[in-house]
């Protein structure tokens, strides 16, 4: 039989995080009770204009085909909520609408690189990053910001990972995993590096407004016009209005590669969900008072949850600005457990002490494992108790 698989998926490295989640399904339906704290969303439920938005969408019969790019109405909604929100100027043929901005990043790297270029990744990294790079036919190229950078890059460390094949690099923040954000003039340092040499910034911004001790969001888009320029912004509803399940990204940049972003969808996905974009019209437009809601939750579950996780031995912590996750560095915890990788320490947290977290191995961090605080307090608090209790039982 010839060969049944692309060579281009052959490469591929399963999500650790939807791996670690399935695992965990599977004690759950056991009934065994394993508390997750791999969670990449908000466990609130959307909002309920957003809901009625929705409903009132398919009443009303707007249930067929969008064109490809999105809805008029919800670019429009775009174009005003980044003008408010991070006074951002931008056209409608700027604007695509995707299924989740996990897939507008797909799509983008699928216009943009051609096979052998170089996409520069900061160390820690969203897991799917390299996976897209690679299935576009591109290379990544990896940049650690350590511990004591606070898991950021610096623009010397930029310059000196570029190359003639170098097309983009990617600045996600507030980050996940480690829910550190660059400051106005990290990012400004950054951008003169990109101007210098010449290569695209690809702007990962969906957890913008979850932010914490005072943080505010500054887009390196808006460095300047130049900057804005040779800058993809992308962003969505999932973790601002939990909206996670709705599926609803978008990208904001180039015409040109809108353009042929917007091509490419229409021979692959066509439009996202009609009727989740009638919600995302409201959920731009409506009341924004629930976004802050969340955010205060989230803030006061890190003020209680931060000191205790620090205070398990052998963990590491930095206190993280925004996202909703906790990145440990477990180096000490691992040695003196027994442990030599932190996927069989993972693993063993799973099985023993019933609680699942997702390994630093996903996001090219040996030595750290990712904490969601996007569940309940007492949830939280009993994972801590149980994560403590399993390393003080095997200290040695």
């Known amino acids: 039989m010839k060969q049944l698989l692309a060579n281009r998926v052959k490469t591929l490295t399963p999500s650790s995080t939807l791996a670690i989640t399935a695992k965990a399904k599977e004690l759950k339906d056991q009934g065994i009770d394993v508390i997750g704290l791999g969670a990449g969303e908000p466990d609130f439920n959307t909002p309920q204009n957003i809901l009625d938005a ?11 085909y969008t064109p490809a790019g999105g809805l ?5 909604a775009i174009i005003a909520k980044l003008q408010r929100d991070n006074e951002l100027a931008y056209k409608a043929n700027e604007i695509i609408v995707g299924v989740g901005a996990k897939h507008v990043l797909y799509t983008l790297f699928q216009v ?3 096979e052998g270029d170089e996409v520069i990744i900061p160390i820690p990294y969203w897991v799917s990053y390299p996976e897209q790079v690679k299935l576009a036919g591109g290379v990544p190229v990896y940049v650690e910001g350590t511990r004591e950078q606070q ?10 990972a570029i190359t003639e094949k170098t097309k983009a690099v990617i600045i996600n923040s507030p980050s996940n995993p480690s829910g550190m954000v660059y400051s106005r003039e990290e990012l400004k340092a950054l951008a003169e590096v990109a101007e210098k040499h010449d290569i695209l910034i690809v702007s990962d ?4 407004k979850l932010l914490y001790n005072g943080n505010k969001h500054f887009s390196i888009a808006q460095i300047s016009p130049a ?29 040109e590669i809108i353009n042929a972003m917007t091509d490419l969808a229409s021979h692959s996905t066509s439009n996202a969900t009609t009727t989740a974009q009638y ?19 989230f803030e006061e579950r890190l003020e209680k949850i931060y000191p205790q996780i620090a205070a398990i031995p052998g963990f590491k912590l930095l206190k993280p600005e925004g996202a909703f ?5 477990v180096a000490e915890a691992m040695e003196r457990t027994g442990f030599d990788n932190v996927d069989a320490f993972a693993e063993s947290l799973l099985t023993e002490a019933n609680v699942a977290v997702i390994p630093g191995s996903g996001f090219g961090t040996n030595m750290t494992i990712r904490l969601s605080y996007a569940i309940s307090y007492d949830s939280l608090e009993e994972a801590v108790r149980r994560i403590d209790q399993f390393v003080k039982s095997k200290w040695q």
């Open 54 to 64: 929705a409903t009132k969408s398919m009443e009303q019969g707007f249930t067929k």
């Open 72 to 76: 008029p109405t919800l670019k429009q």
């Open 112 to 114: 943009i690189l051609n």
């Open 151 to 160: 898991y950021k890059i610096t623009a010397e460390q930029l310059a000196s």
């Open 205 to 208: 911004e969906i957890y913008e």
């Open 227 to 255: 900057i804005k320029a040779r800058t993809i912004v992308v962003n969505g509803l999932a973790k601002s209005h939990s909206m996670t399940g709705w599926r609803i990204g978008y990208a904001a940049g180039d015409a």
């Open 279 to 297: 919600a995302a019209i409201e959920a731009y437009n409506g009341p924004q008072d629930t976004v802050e809601v969340m955010r205060q939750a």
């Open 325 to 329: 996750y906790l990145l440990p560095d």
